[in-house]
């Protein structure tokens, strides 16, 4: 697990909720998603209660490194992009 993995988590009030990792340590992943945890204020989550969707965003892990303010909005617009994708692989 590395910054800019597409996790989901699998516990807690968060369940079934897809995030961003923004740091991993000792054991636990900060969380984004751009809307309800900014960057500024990620989720701390144990890494054994997510699961790995092996997509990960090259844009958005630049940014997280950068330090850029606009890092959110596009956190926001990529999960969007992900949620739709996986919608239609479901329906077809």
Known sequence: MKISDV???????????MFFVTAVNDGFALLADGKRRRITNPKK??????????????A???KIENGSNTVDALMR??????KFMLKSKVSD
């Not at 996790?7 to 909720?17: L, N, P, R, T």
């Not at 989550?45 to 090259?58: C, M, P, Q, R």
């Not at 617009?77 to 992900?82: C, M």
């Open 7 to 17: 996790v989901i988590s699998k516990k807690g009030k968060y369940d079934g909720e």
């Open 45 to 58: 989550k144990n890494i054994l209660h997510l699961e790995e969707t092996g997509v990960s965003s090259e």
């Open 60 to 62: 958005v892990r630049e």
């Open 77 to 82: 617009a990529e999960l969007k992009r992900l």
